[in-house]
């Protein structure tokens, strides 16, 4: 017998809030990051009450305990790339800024949870200000819908223009995802090195879904921390292979409450399983 132990998977930190449904946040996340062959380290910002429905409560975690949980891991494993989801907490921007300013070297994907798919407001104009100044100019890769990006860049009069706004708040890069513009198709326009990079075009699919941007900006955390180069045609193909990756899982969606959608992260398995059920 060898005594060589495996290789052992790209590790990717989640940041983000636990939502008891499993639809969205470190449950989406976790899954999202072991469907692409990566190891998750999940680190909660906040505790939600919420269903397929809305986020009926949010209970930040304190600053405190969130960087006590990134630092021991950090200490700990190799952490290959950040994903951070919902802050909780205007004091949590601080804190994500301090851990974020003592590695610089991992790669950042911030997926800017502004409001719940049901609605719920979960971003005061202070933290919209605080997300500006303090996290932008540390992330690789933001992923805003195109809501998040008009109220992140409210002077911007095109979609274009905020992304040129969010670049200039010093992110690398800028994919605006368009589920919510109208159109039989879904563009998302990919932004770095202050040009536009690639419209991307998808089938829209029908119904709403629970968890769609954590899934996308998870897969871009896990593809990210698998090696590939931050130069920017690497990133653009990081970025497309991240949203074939979550249109898929959203074409499989099922229904496990009364509300919306979940988005299937395992997909390719239920495939796999049926290949070999028809084998048998």
Sequence with gaps: ??????????????????????????????????????HPAPVVTALTVQDTHNIHMLLPVKPDYVLAQARTVLEDMPVAAIKIGLIGSIENIAALHTLLTAYPDIPVVLDPILAAGGGAELASPQLLDDLRTLLLPLVTVLTPNS???????????????????????????????GGHEPGEEVVNTFYGN????????????????????????????????????????????????????AWHALQASYRAGGGQLLPDRLFWTRSQNSNQNKRV
């Design 1 to 38: 017998m060898s005594d060589l132990t495996p290789s052992p998977p790209p590790v990717v930190m989640i940041l983000a809030g636990n939502d008891p449904s499993g639809g969205a946040g470190l449950a989406a996340d976790i899954t999202t990051i072991a469907s692409l062959g990566c």
């Design 147 to 177: 809501v998040e990006a008009r109220r992140l860049a409210p002077e911007a009069d095109t979609l274009e223009a905020c992304a040129m706004a969010l670049l200039g708040c010093g992110c690398r890069s800028v994919l605006i995802t």
């Design 194 to 245: 202050n040009r536009l990079l690639e419209r991307h075009r998808w089938p829209r699919l029908s119904g709403c879904h629970h968890g769609s941007g954590c899934t996308l900006a998870t897969a871009i955390a896990a593809l990210l921390a698998q090696g590939q180069s931050l130069e920017f045609e690497a990133l653009n193909s990081i970025v497309r292979r991240a949203q074939d990756y």
